[in-house]
């Protein structure tokens, strides 16, 4: 299973001095494999530790935090040898052992040439940082273009990179997009997906959602592991509000969460903001922010933290949760849902670096996404799920703020290679739409 994000982790490991690197991400997102298996066929040796696996070794860090002191105590804990010149520490789970968090500074500092990796699912939560000392990324979910390539289908992906604009790949994809709404993103979800492939069907979607119980049952109870001095069900009570509020958009744009009979005798976005800061900080929930008028960038200077939508960290697990069905989705029920649709597209904006995201309100007309780009100019993105394409709400935005180019996605199969200012895409070409036609 590749993850694209192992090109950002080689370009690190070529450079002649680096910071430790940290991957953060929500709980099974794939980092322990992301550097323990993809990155670490590029060393000679991996050393790798787990402080929630083995909490014992934080005594390694308990005295001196000099690089070689902890080098030489892992060394003795572990009884494994760590060569600093060829081989590659992982400090896994690092957010149990605040002093190893600690030691990124010093391992910065003092030993600029080691290879050290750490990673952690509550990074967010740490009540200290070792700002400015580390590289860090975020992990998400797969991708829908991380999804094709577990697929092992050369021809199928060969037509999404190429983009591909015809019948026959755009029946292919659509049909690996709606498979992708109901297995999602999570890594196991997803390996268990392909490697069930000569199994039947019923087998195949019994093991996934099987797989997605688990993954939020653990959320579940992380909740009250990790909720520190916030409350654990009022945590709980906001996440599973997000697709239960989702779910009631029928043929219209996800409107804004609602603070109301969330959580008992809370209804103010004040007595609900330490349970939606903890679910964000621990990559759970995704945030978009309404603006109005005619907006400008920085669309930073829009947000308002009371006024704000929330997507799930995956659109499988949205599915999971809401007891949509694999036929449901295949027999394109889903048409109507637009908020699954929007989900995915909030996903794959947010992998490419842009979080939160925007959105545009005036009067009845809703844009989903608005994207700043280089140049600051402000590029609308509307989402139709099904096969109505009319865009009004796009025809009001561009008699309002007249932009230098607008996106529509679609679930039709568009034509994103015959027009320069009005750009028509698939749903499943949403990554090269924003890559291409705003980032670039």
């Known amino acids: 299973m590749r993850r694209l994000l192992l090109a950002d982790l080689l370009k690190w490991k070529e450079q002649k001095q680096r910071k430790p690197l940290l991957i953060d991400g929500a709980r099974q997102t794939g980092k322990t494999y992301l550097l323990q298996k993809l990155f670490g066929q590029s060393f000679n040796n991996v050393l790798r530790i787990d402080f929630l696996e083995s909490p014992e070794v934080a005594e390694a860090f308990t005295g001196s935090l000099s690089p070689d002191d902890v080098l030489n105590n892992i060394e003795l804990l572990t009884g494994r040898v760590f060569d600093p010149q060829t081989d590659l520490l992982i400090l896994d789970e690092i957010g149990e052992c605040p002093k190893a968090v600690t030691s990124l500074k010093y391992f910065a500092e003092k ?3 080691m290879y050290v990796a750490a990673s952690g699912s509550n990074i967010g939560l740490l009540d200290t940082f070792p700002v400015g000392k580390v590289e860090q990324h975020n992990l998400r979910p797969l991708t829908f273009r991380e999804f094709l390539i577990a697929a092992n289908e050369p021809a199928v992906l060969k037509a999404y990179e190429e983009q591909v604009n015809s ?5 292919k994809l659509f049909d690996k997009l709606t498979d992708y709404y109901f297995i999602g993103g999570m890594p196991e979800a997803v390996s268990t997906w392909f490697s069930l492939a000569d199994k039947s069907i019923l087998e195949r979607i019994e093991a996934v959602s099987k797989v997605q119980a688990d993954l939020t049952s653990g959320y579940l109870r992380d909740f009250g592991k990790y909720s520190g001095k916030v409350d654990a069900g009022l945590i709980e009570s906001i996440f599973k509000a997000v697709p239960s509020q989702l779910s009631l958009v029928i043929d219209d744009s996800v409107k804004r969460f609602k603070f109301k009979n969330v959580h008992e005798r809370k209804s103010r976005y004040q007595e609900l903001e330490s349970g939606i800061t903890w679910l964000e ?23 308002k933290d009371n006024l704000v939508k929330l997507f799930l960290l995956d659109v499988g697990l949205l599915n999971h949760i809401l007891g949509v069905n694999y036929k449901e989705i295949k027999q394109q029920g889903y048409e109507y849902k637009g908020y699954v649709a929007e989900n995915f597209v909030q996903q794959e904006i947010v992998a490419t670096g842009i979080d939160p ?10 844009v989903e996404f608005i994207i700043s780009n280089q140049e600051g100019n402000i590029i609308p993105i509307e989402v139709k799920s099904g096969k109505r394409t009319r865009a009004r709400s796009l025809e009001s935005y561009i008699n309002k703020c007249a ?11 568009g034509s994103p290679k015959t027009e320069l200012k009005n750009l028509v895409f698939p ?3 949403c990554e090269y739409a924003i890559r291409e036609h705003i980032l670039k």
Request: with cysteine; hydrophobic share 30%.
């Open 281 to 303: 900080k621990c990559r759970l929930v995704l945030k978009n922010y309404p603006t109005e008028g005619n907006p400008r960038s920085p669309l930073g200077a829009y947000k």
């Open 167 to 171: 019948a026959p790949a755009h029946t």
């Open 427 to 429: 749903l499943y070409y």
């Open 357 to 366: 995201t925007f959105s545009w309100n005036d009067a009845r007309a809703e």
């Open 403 to 413: 932009p230098l180019k607008t996106i529509k996605l679609t679930g039709t199969q």
């Open 111 to 113: 030993a600029p040439n």
